[in-house]
């Protein structure tokens, strides 16, 4: 993992690099994202009673001022290319995105199967074909330029603005993830159990920040991502999610605990599929 991990993190080295510069860059995506966007969004929630579409709309265009931000400190502050959050090179693995993106969509699947299973009355069914075909041609534009954002910012211009300062790659994922758990405490649904959802948090970014590191590149971060918000926001949501959609099915609350230990097994299973079968095949050769 360590030459693909060092090869991804120092791609933070292209450009004007000095740590303070990074710093600043945080402050602007910050000043973009919750300044401009958060509460311009608030502000209008105030005002107008959102439904679901609107209210959607409006939380992901205050992730476009944070990737605005993110591009004004590439450009600005460090003076070099955005793609250098994604990968060597100026060429993106669409296919990655999209292997990474299949198989977390059937591992999602997967975990709302098994819970209705569990629990058969834990979700209702809440399509409504008026609402859902508009919503989901929306969701399926706008979610993927949430999800990239939060990728680009997080496990792109964090963790290569760490590795500036740490050169042990663990620390740099560990802490990545450590400060993406913390936007995401202010949501709604911790109140269905606050210990056990940072814990979920915490352990999707790291899932994230780890695959990228193993990877050498974004794109199976940015596949798993988009594909975990999709399921989500059009397959299986709940009452109390920060986001209000129009999905297939709603449960009545949010098992902190299943979701905790879903995500678990999920994520040892991602990892074994992408990085962990081909060791084993060469290991049996060998034997």
Same mark, same amino acid.
């Given at each position: 993992?360590?030459?693909?991990?060092?090869?991804? $993190?120092?791609? *933070? #080295?292209?450009?004007?690099?000095?740590?303070? #510069?990074?710093?600043?860059?945080?402050?602007?995506?910050?000043?973009?994202?919750?300044?401009?966007?958060?509460?311009?969004?608030?502000?209008?929630?105030?005002?107008?009673?959102?439904?679901?579409?609107?209210?959607?709309?409006?939380?992901?265009?205050?992730?476009?001022?944070?990737?605005?931000?993110?591009?004004?400190?590439?450009?600005?502050?460090?003076? #070099?290319?955005?793609?250098?959050?994604?990968?060597?090179?100026?060429?993106?693995?669409?296919?990655?995105?999209?292997? *990474?993106?299949?198989?977390?969509?059937?591992?999602?699947?997967?975990?709302?199967?098994?819970? &209705?299973?569990?629990?058969?009355?834990?979700?209702?069914?809440?399509?409504?074909?008026?609402?859902?075909?508009?919503?989901?041609?929306?969701?399926?534009?706008?979610?993927?330029?949430?999800?990239?954002?939060?990728? $680009?910012?997080?496990? *792109?211009?964090?963790?290569?603005? +760490?590795?500036?300062?740490?050169?042990?790659?663990?620390?740099?994922?560990?802490?990545?993830?450590?400060?993406?758990?913390?936007?995401?405490?202010?949501?709604?649904?911790?109140?269905?159990?606050?210990?056990?959802?940072?814990?979920?948090?915490?352990?999707?970014?790291?899932? +994230?920040?780890?695959?990228?590191? #193993?990877?050498?590149?974004?794109?199976?971060?940015?596949?798993? &991502?988009?594909?975990?918000?999709?399921?989500?926001?059009?397959?299986?949501?709940?009452?109390?999610?920060?986001?209000?959609?129009?999905?297939?099915?709603?449960?009545?609350?949010?098992?902190?605990?299943?979701?905790?230990?879903?995500?678990?097994?999920?994520?040892?299973?991602?990892?074994?599929?992408?990085?962990?079968?081909?060791?084993?095949?060469?290991?049996?050769?060998? *034997?």
């Amino acid at each position: 993992m360590r030459a693909e991990a060092e090869r991804y $993190l120092d791609l *933070g #080295r292209q450009g004007k690099n000095q740590w303070w #510069r990074y710093l600043a860059g945080v402050a602007i995506i910050a000043v973009f994202w919750i300044g401009l966007g958060v509460l311009s969004y608030a502000l209008l929630a105030g005002i107008h009673d959102f439904g679901p579409l609107a209210d959607y709309v409006a939380v992901n265009l205050s992730i476009v001022m944070m990737l605005a931000g993110l591009a004004l400190a590439m450009r600005v502050l460090h003076r #070099r290319p955005m793609m250098s959050l994604i990968a060597p090179g100026n060429v993106i693995a669409w296919r990655r995105i999209a292997h *990474g993106a299949t198989l977390w969509v059937a591992l999602a699947v997967v975990s709302v199967a098994v819970e &209705h299973v569990l629990y058969p009355d834990r979700y209702q069914v809440t399509f409504d074909a008026g609402r859902f075909f508009i919503f989901a041609a929306v969701a399926l534009v706008l979610t993927p330029i949430q999800t990239t954002t939060e990728e $680009l910012v997080f496990r *792109g211009y964090i963790m290569q603005g +760490l590795a500036t300062v740490v050169r042990r790659p663990a620390a740099v994922a560990v802490a990545s993830a450590a400060i993406f758990t913390v936007p995401h405490l202010f949501n709604p649904e911790m109140q269905y159990g606050p210990l056990l959802l940072a814990a979920s948090y915490f352990t999707i970014g790291l899932l +994230l920040a780890v695959v990228t590191l #193993r990877d050498g590149r974004l794109e199976l971060a940015i596949g798993v &991502h988009a594909a975990n918000n999709l399921v989500l926001v059009l397959v299986a949501n709940y009452e109390g999610s920060v986001l209000m959609t129009e999905s297939i099915l709603t449960a009545r609350e949010l098992d902190a605990a299943y979701a905790f230990v879903a995500l678990v097994i999920g994520a040892a299973v991602f990892y074994w599929w992408f990085f962990g079968r081909n060791r084993a095949a060469a290991n049996g050769t060998r *034997g």
